[in-house]
């Protein structure tokens, strides 16, 4: 007797969740676990389900696919088939060899082809997690200024508005995000961050910190090359010589 391959939708549109579960009806090898319509629940059903196969869109409320798959970074990933009405994203998946990408409207003879590739890699044995981070990395950096930041704690799913942000501060291969009343550990550059985040907005004042500017009550002389930022909260945040004159030159003092 053969093992079912085990299966999870992910999918904000209730039509295309009810075509892919009548797509794989005619496929008694995959066993359907659940079916979710955001990525808050897909991330939290991929942990708690282990399915190996996934159906997921990428252009999802709240968060996206790619969001949600960056909240499971370091995870056992399941195979990936994209699906989505927006074939910008078709090329850079596949340039990672990730198992396939379903344009909608959904076609059943391209979901049998892409169904069919699934059963092969799995029957083999074979996934791509590490070129998967890659895709993951590369959707992130691709796209315009952040507008907010996706933090998983947990089982906890937190999303952070950068409008939010008072500063982020490096801590060894993890930055430590900080607002007003709260902090979260993400494991991410601080490089990433100071060029991710609108300069308009945010500044890199130290090689431990960025800055939200609009988070800055006064700044302090510390010694003779180095100054302290005091933020809103009263939080305190040391300011290097280059970060005081870049602070100059954006903030025209």
């Known amino acids: 007797m053969y093992q079912k391959i085990l299966a999870l939708i992910i999918e904000d549109e209730a039509p295309a969740r009810r075509l892919l579960q009548e797509f794989l009806k005619q496929f008694p ?10 990525g808050f629940e897909g991330a939290k059903k991929i942990m708690e389900l282990k399915p190996d196969l996934i159906f ?6 709240r968060i996206n696919g790619f969001e949600m798959l960056e909240l499971l970074k370091g995870e056992q990933l399941p195979l990936i088939i994209f699906t989505t009405a927006y074939d910008e994203f078709a090329i850079k998946s596949f340039e990672y ?11 059943r003879e391209r979901f049998e082809k892409a169904i069919e590739k699934a059963i092969k890699l799995l029957s083999e044995g074979k996934n791509t997690p590490t070129q998967l981070d890659n895709l993951i990395d590369q959707n992130i950096s691709r796209s315009n200024f952040l507008d907010r930041i996706v933090i998983r704690s947990g089982s906890q799913i937190q999303v952070v508005h950068c409008e939010d942000l008072l500063c982020i501060e ?12 709260e902090q979260w550990v993400k494991k991410q550059t601080l490089k990433f961050y100071e060029q991710k985040l609108d300069p308009g907005e945010f500044a890199r004042v130290h090689r431990s910190f960025v800055i939200n500017l ?8 510390y010694s003779k090359d180095a100054w302290i930022a005091i933020l809103s909260n009263g939080h305190k945040v040391s300011v290097s010589k280059s970060g005081y004159a870049h602070l100059k030159k954006v903030l025209n003092f």
């Open 56 to 61: 997921l869109d990428i252009q999802m409320p």
């Open 214 to 221: 609009s988070a800055i009550t006064r700044i302090e002389p």
């Open 29 to 38: 090898e995959i066993e359907l676990l659940d079916e979710c319509a955001d």
């Open 97 to 107: 060899n990730t198992c396939d990408y379903l344009l909608k409207p959904l076609n």
């Open 170 to 181: 490096a801590s060894d291969d993890y930055v430590i995000i900080h607002t007003k009343e």
